[in-house]
């Protein structure tokens, strides 16, 4: 268990349709990263936070957007959805800059 | 524009010795390595925030060639554990990262 915790762990949803991930970061952590993971993309950056400020964005499409709240826990929200959005969500968190990164278990998105 | 991983996948017995690769087309502020099991969340291993440096973990060792713009990832004495798949998350702008195309590794006993 990495102490970072991830709700939903599944969801199946109809395409158009808007859903939020929420991510709550171990304890102490002030980044967190979320990280979109499907067959044909492998593993990618969508984005990160650290303190409730956004800190980088990496391939994040504009129908998503995330937030981190002042108690730090983090949502990552998809709207619009597309077939293609279907994939494994991880969020992960860290204390700070150079510091081991810990991983949720990831939330399954199927979008019909 | 995602860095390259060598090789694509490695076969191993157990005991033996493996390196992997990591080569990004961009100058990079630091390299993470991670292992990631099968239907499993991915494993920080360590990350390397300067050229040349080397670090270890358990028999699990990296090193950053900063002028190179590459990382490898050292395996020793390999052990059943070990299989996964291995990705590199090159840091290719400040704290924006980019994961290598990975590399499937499997230990025999």
């Known amino acids: 268990d990495s102490g970072v915790t991830q709700t939903p762990k599944h969801l199946i949803t109809a395409t158009g349709q808007r859903v939020t991930l929420r991510c709550s970061p171990r304890?102490?952590?002030?980044?967190v990263y979320w990280y979109q993971q499907s067959l044909d993309q492998g593993l990618q950056f969508l984005i990160q936070?650290?303190?409730?400020?956004?800190?980088a964005k990496g391939n994040i499409l504009e129908r998503f957007s995330a937030q981190q709240f002042p108690d730090l826990h983090s949502e990552l929200n998809l709207s619009s959805l597309e077939l293609g959005d279907s994939a494994l969500y991880f969020c992960?968190?860290?204390?700070?800059?150079?510091?081991?990164?810990?991983f949720g278990e990831g939330s399954w998105l199927t979008v019909v | 524009q995602q860095p390259v991983q060598s090789p694509q996948a490695v076969i191993l017995r157990e005991g033996e010795d493996a390196v992997i690769n990591c080569s990004s087309s961009?100058?990079?502020?630091?390299v993470h390595w991670y292992r990631q099991k099968h239907g499993e969340a991915p494993v920080f291993l360590m990350i390397?925030?300067?050229?040349?440096e080397q670090k270890g973990h358990e028999k699990i060792s990296a090193s950053f060639n900063e002028k190179k713009q590459q990382s490898s990832l050292y395996l020793t004495a390999s052990q059943l554990s070990y299989s996964g798949t291995y990705f590199c998350?090159?840091?290719?702008?400040?704290?924006?990262?980019?994961f290598g195309t990975g590399t499937r590794l499997k230990v025999l006993a």
């Open positions: 992960a968190s860290s204390r700070g800059d150079g510091n081991t990164i810990y």
């Open positions: 304890s102490g952590d002030l980044s």
């Open positions: 936070y650290y303190n409730g400020e956004e800190r």
């Open positions: 961009k100058a990079l502020y630091s």
């Open positions: 390397l925030l300067k050229g040349g």
């Open positions: 998350g090159t840091e290719i702008e400040a704290y924006k990262y980019i």
